[in-house]
């Protein structure tokens, strides 16, 4: 896969995740836009990971505590983005139409999120750490 295919397939896939999330704000019969709370674990959830990243040498075989903190702290923040719209819905300050929006747009943010580093976690000329 080249690295233009990547991106343009990683682009378009973040903007129907957040396609589906401001369906789930704007359209008119859900008029509530509670669930954008979410645009925070989105910006939130690849910083451990990146933070450990740059502190870790991935020449050690064996399992190291500050990544794994790290992948317990971005799991933790994945399934708050998940949690946030079903609580919404269950206070009910949003409609469940809207919270399923929600989570569909989740999920296809969080696989774009993980496509990202599949493609260009590796230490190639193009890589997420040069920026």
């Known amino acids: 896969v080249s690295s233009v295919t990547a991106l343009i397939s990683l682009s378009f896939g973040g903007a129907v ?3 589906f999330l401001m369906l789930g704000c704007a359209l008119p019969q859900y008029n ?3 669930p954008l709370f979410v ?3 989105y910006i939130l959830s690849p910083i451990p990971y990146c933070i450990a990243r740059r502190l870790v040498d ?3 075989a064996t399992s190291n505590a500050c990544k794994e903190l790290a992948i317990f702290l971005t799991t933790g923040i994945v399934v708050s983005a998940f949690g946030l719209p079903i609580v919404f819905a269950r206070a009910e300050l949003i409609y ?5 929006l929600v989570l569909t747009g989740n ?3 969080f696989a774009t999120i993980l496509g990202f580093f599949l493609v260009f976690g590796s230490n190639d000329d193009f890589s997420w750490q040069q920026w």
């Open 32 to 34: 509530q836009y509670w």
């Open 107 to 109: 999920t296809v943010i």
């Open 17 to 19: 995740g957040l396609m």
């Open 96 to 100: 469940w139409g809207a919270c399923a």
């Open 39 to 41: 645009l925070f674990f």
């Open 58 to 60: 991935d020449t050690d």
